[in-house]
């Protein structure tokens, strides 16, 4: 005999073996069409339409964000599921986010069915632009978040993994100005902006032997001159800057924009910088909701490890770390691919509608939703879960 709660996972389990093949027809045509950073149209219309024709209503341009969706089913204890669905420029869905977004639907209709049931609300949230544009922040500080105790996503990898080791970044736009002159006739009149961007690339290897060893900055040229016989006036030079923490973050950056600078000094050049505006925060896993993700995975035949035990781990900033430090969360990794295959690559992006990646799409959506059931229905789990918070996450200047 069934107890409620069995029953309730079972429910939600068959609803989306029930619509298993649509969901994964949403997975490889999201991975056909390939949409950047806030230009995620054909995906955003692609989910809501089957979100809604599915009972779980959601509405697009939402929370600042135009191609981001939400809407939210039941009442009580409120469970927030995210999709991403933003692809990468020259590599596609080497991220696999076709497979994150349609567990995410999948996740978001099953648990829309028995919500009323389970005494508990589903708030389901598109949020495009997690490769570089900040689509949780931007919509988490137009409200996105208010009103929602927990909030999770899986991610596609190549080992089910209780979390990504998500460390602090920001982005960081360095431009350089000298003079232009021609190269052979008057090179004495030049300033060169080019040798300006290189000096200050370089500074930043020698900068890296004295920085902690989980510490990443990685930069590159995005402006480099016109031709060659004209001394390069203006260059400008992209980077991500990352650090275990924000604390650790803010000490690093005043030293990676001094070593850029030094650049321009050296070769009487000027230099501007800016920031970006939307720096991502390390991810927080709350190890009470993630005991239950990892016993709902593993009812589903997956072994989730904690990074690093078996030797795997990926490392990389996403912006739902700002969301763990906002409501107690989980971001775990599910194999979608061999192992191996390293997230942002083009192996990553083939991988990414074989069998091995729909089968991830449906796990990940019974996980969540099994997970999801697990917190609406034990008020001790909810308020273990609210108490780890409140001991891990005191960072609250995360938007
Ligand atoms: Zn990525
Ligand atoms: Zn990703």
Redesign the pocket.
């Known amino acids: 005999m069934n107890t409620p709660i069995q029953e309730l996972k079972t429910r939600a389990c068959d609803r989306i073996d029930a619509i298993a093949q649509e969901l994964i027809e949403a997975s490889h045509a999201i991975h056909a069409r390939p949409e950047l950073n806030f230009e995620e149209h054909f995906a955003a219309e692609l989910l809501t339409t089957i979100s809604n024709k599915y009972g779980m209503p959601v509405e697009k341009n939402v929370f600042g964000c135009e191609t981001g969706f939400a809407g939210e089913v039941g009442s009580g204890p409120t469970v927030c599921i995210m999709s991403e669905y933003d692809a ?1 420029p020259d590599i596609g869905h ?4 076709n497979i994150i977004a349609t567990a995410g639907l999948g996740a978001a209709i099953a648990l829309s069915h028995v919500a009323d049931d389970a005494g508990g609300r589903i708030r389901y949230l598109g949020t495009p632009a ?2 570089g544009g900040g689509g949780k922040l931007v919509m988490a500080r137009h409200g996105a978040l208010d009103g929602v105790d927990v909030a999770m996503m899986v ?1 596609s990898a190549d080992a089910d993994l209780t979390t990504i080791d998500a460390i602090a970044l920001q982005q960081l736009l360095v431009e350089y100005s000298g003079q232009a002159a021609h190269a052979a006739a008057a090179p004495e009149k030049g300033r060169n902006a080019l040798d300006a961007a290189v000096l200050g690339y370089m500074a930043v290897a020698t900068l890296r032997q004295h920085i902690l060893p989980t510490e990443r900055v990685h930069g590159i040229f995005t402006k480099g001159g016109s031709k060659p016989n004209i001394v390069p006036h203006e260059t400008a030079t992209e980077w991500y800057v990352r650090s275990d923490t924000m604390d650790s973050l803010n000490q690093l950056k005043p030293r990676v924009l001094a070593a850029l600078e030094s650049g321009a000094h050296a070769c009487g050049c000027s230099v501007r910088h800016e920031w970006d505006g939307n720096p991502y925060a390390d991810m927080v896993t709350n190890n009470n909701m993630s005991a239950m993700y990892i016993a709902n995975a593993a009812a589903l035949g997956r072994s989730v490890t904690v990074p690093g035990t078996n030797g795997r781990r990926v490392v ?1 900033s ?1 912006d739902m770390g700002n969301i763990s430090h906002l409501v107690p969360s989980i971001h775990p990794m599910i194999a979608s691919a061999p192992l191996g295959t390293s ?2 690559t083009v192996a990553f992006e083939l991988a990414s509608i074989t069998p091995m990646a729909d089968r991830a799409v449906i796990d990940g959506a019974k996980s969540m939703a099994m997970t999801a059931i697990d917190y609406w229905t034990s008020s001790e789990q909810q308020a273990a879960i609210s108490k780890e918070f409140a001991q891990t996450n005191a960072d609250k200047g995360v938007l």
């Open positions: 990468l080497g991220c696999g986010h997690e490769e991610h990389g996403t997230i942002h």
